[in-house]
């Protein structure tokens, strides 16, 4: 299939996806967090490394997205614009330069909903509400909640609702898995054994999550997503024009519920419902469970 786009063009979507690293040497890696520890990708893409370093001399940061698309960020006079070098077809080995005897699967495969993710954690992040009802990719520099488009399959929506019921973030690889960080009183009993077996590199990175990010949660694999890329809306804004329900405006105020005697001083509602504000749940509760700068 022809892609839409040619090395170096503008990228207009947002942007997100699984990060790696180049230099101008050709090497590609995986950095751990908030460190200078590499996982070395072999086999590494030659024609793309070449087409980024038309683009920036130097190599630098790289994302792959949900749907193969490899993005870069560079500056551009004041401001830091994103562009598009290719697409890629992320698999191979991460490879430890200290031993390469402990390399683990950028894809890991015959896994079932619930396991442990046995490999680096990564992806495109996406965000989302308790019962899955609403995704949506945060914008990191307007810090503005984008809806999700698409929407999961109902055995995802079961699978993330047991796991994380409050809601949370999510990752998409580029091969379409989705991985989500969880407690670990929400996993079966049998975890200890099955943490056990994972590699040796993997549960030193989760020790790193722990002591870097402060994140102690552990990484399972949720299941397979089948409409990739993911797409976005704009943001709601309180200037957006008033859409009322189409009964009008008397039965939309109706669907907000029994009204309740107020104090005419102070504007508090009489009774014992103020004990508890459901309309913010959604917003309030939602774990902040995936640092982006880990």
Do not use: C
Not at 57 to 64: K, S, T
Not at 75 to 91: A, M, R
């Amino acid at each position: 299939m022809t892609s839409r786009h040619e090395s170096g063009d503008r990228w207009t979507e947002h942007y997100r996806g699984y990060r790696l690293r180049t230099n101008p040497d050709g090497d590609v890696w995986w950095q751990a967090y908030q460190g200078t520890d590499r996982l070395y990708l072999e086999p590494a893409p030659e024609d793309l490394v070449e087409s980024l370093l038309e683009l920036k001399r130097l190599g630098g940061r790289i994302r792959i997205t949900e749907g193969n698309d490899v993005l870069t960020r560079a500056e551009e006079g004041d401001e830091y614009e994103t562009y598009w070098i290719g697409s890629f077809d992320l698999k191979g080995e991460l490879i430890p330069p200290e031993d390469p005897d402990f390399s683990v699967p950028v894809q890991p495969d015959d896994l079932e909903p619930g396991d442990f993710w046995p490999s680096v954690y990564d992806g495109a992040k996406y965000s989302f509400g308790p019962g899955v009802e609403r995704i949506w990719w945060d914008n990191p520099q307007t810090h503005k909640r984008h809806p999700v488009q698409e929407s999961l399959s109902q055995e995802l929506v079961t699978t993330l609702s047991r796991y994380k019921p409050q809601g949370g973030s999510l990752r998409v690889t580029p091969w379409n898995d989705i991985l989500t960080l969880v407690d670990l009183d929400k996993l079966p009993s049998q975890t200890k054994t099955e943490f056990d077996s994972l590699p040796r590199v993997v549960k030193n990175l989760i020790a790193l999550r722990r002591d870097r990010g402060g994140v102690q949660k552990l990484p399972i694999y949720a299941g397979q997503v089948d409409d990739t890329p993911f797409s976005i809306d704009d943001p709601p804004s309180l200037t957006d024009p008033f859409e009322q329900e189409s009964g009008g405006v008397d039965s939309w105020l109706d669907s907000l519920g029994e009204t309740s005697q107020t104090d005419v001083d102070n504007h508090t509602v009489s009774g014992s419902e103020i004990e508890s504000d459901p309309g913010n749940e959604h917003d309030t509760d939602i774990p902040d469970d995936d640092p982006v700068d880990w």
